[in-house]
C-alpha cells in the first residue's frame, strides 16, 4: 500500500527526515504536499490546533476558521518528527485520523476526510513510554505498520564522503559562491571522529569550516 503507515526511528541527527523525504519524492505522490511537523518544537498547548485546524471561537485568539497540517498535506505525505512528544490528547486525535481517515478540527463537531500518507519518527523509547502509560500502546502498533530504523554516521562511515561534500557544495555555494575543496587529512580527520551528533553535527562543522576557511 503506497500510503501504509511508516515509522523511522534512530538517534537524534541521524537523517530521518531526509529519509521520510525520499520516500515521499520517489514515489508516485511526489507532487502532492510534503508537509514535516516537528512535534517536540511546537508547545504542547498549540500542537493540537497545528495539527489538525480549529474553527473560530474554540479558544481565545481563535477569530477564524483555519486549517491544520493534516488537511494541508491532504493527497500526499505529512512527516510526524519526534512523535513521542505528542501529548495524549494528540495521540488520541492522530489515532482517530489513521483509524477513521478522518480529521476533527479543535472546537468542531463534524469530521473532514483525509487522505494521506503518515510517517513517524522518533529518537524515543516508545516501548518504554507505553510501560509509563505516556504513549498509547494502540497508536504505537497503528505508527509501525513498516518500520526503518536509520544507523548513527558512526556505524555507516562511508557516508561521510558523500555528505561532506554535499555540504560542501551547499555552503560553498552560499558563502563563498564556489565549492570548497577539503584536503586529504581533513578528510582523514572526519572518518576518525565518531559523530555523536550524527550527520546535524557533520553539517555544522563544515558549515563553520566554509565560513572560516576557503580551503579544508
Known amino acids: 500500500d503506497n500510503k501504509a503507515t511508516i515509522f523511522i526511528k534512530g ?9 521520510a523525504r525520499a520516500i515521499h519524492y520517489q514515489g508516485k505522490f511526489a507532487r502532492a504536499p510534503f508537509i514535516a511537523v516537528n512535534c517536540g518544537g511546537i508547545p504542547e498547548n498549540l500542537l493540537e490546533a497545528e495539527l489538525f485546524g480549529y474553527t473560530k471561537g474554540a479558544f481565545t485568539g481563535a477569530d477564524k476558521n483555519r486549517d491544520g497540517f493534516f488537511q494541508a498535506a491532504n493527497g500526499g505525505t505529512i512527516f510526524l518528527d519526534e512523535i513521542g512528544n505528542a501529548s495524549t490528547a494528540v ?27 503518515i510517517i513517524a519518527a522518533t529518537n524515543s523509547d516508545l516501548k518504554e513510554m507505553i510501560k509509563k502509560e505516556t504513549f498509547r500502546e494502540d497508536l504505537f502498533y497503528r505508527l509501525t505498520v513498516v518500520e526503518i530504523e536509520v544507523a548513527p554516521l558512526r556505524d555507516r562511515k562511508e557516508d561521510i564522503p558523500l555528505l561532506t561534500d554535499k555540504f560542501l557544495f551547499k555552503y560553498g555555494v552560499e558563502f563563498k559562491d564556489r565549492f570548497i575543496k577539503i584536503t586529504p587529512e581533513a578528510s582523514s580527520v572526519l572518518q576518525r571522529y565518531n559523530w555523536p551528533g550524527n550527520i546535524r553535527e557533520l553539517e555544522n562543522v563544515i558549515q563553520r569550516a566554509v565560513i572560516m576557511s576557503d580551503k579544508l
Open 11 to 19: 538517534e537524534s541527527g541521524t537523517g530521518k527526515e531526509l529519509v
Open 91 to 117: 495521540q488520541s486525535r492522530l489515532l482517530r485520523v489513521l483509524q477513521e481517515k478522518e480529521v476533527v478540527k479543535v472546537g468542531a463537531q463534524k469530521a473532514e476526510k483525509v487522505d494521506l500518507r
